[in-house]
């Protein structure tokens, strides 16, 4: 059986740690880091704002929106809190 592809948009908003929380900057007059992809799967959905966010190089919070169409299996767990080059609490 043949799933069926999916348009998606990821947008990154910057993010840093801050103490044993993350914050996530949000200015609405700000255009940020956006691309549109297609996919079939949560997990092609995650894979794909990995690799967007390593592109990207700095700290950020992914935020992916479905275009049209359902959502796939296990979208809303797997893409709940996505961050990428966030640096590790330091040790103290």
Do not use: W
Request: with cysteine.
């Amino acid at each position: 059986m043949s799933r069926k592809l999916r348009d998606f948009t990821i947008t990154l908003y910057p993010a840093k740690r801050e103490g044993g929380f993350v914050s996530t900057t949000i200015d609405f007059t700000h255009e940020y880091p956006r691309k549109g992809f297609q996919a079939a799967t949560a997990d092609q959905v995650v894979a794909e704002a990995k690799a967007f966010a390593a592109e990207y190089g700095e700290g950020c919070s992914a935020s992916v929106r479905l275009v049209n169409g359902r959502k796939p299996a296990g979208f809303d767990a797997k893409c709940r809190g996505l961050y990428y080059n966030i640096d590790p609490p330091q040790a103290a």
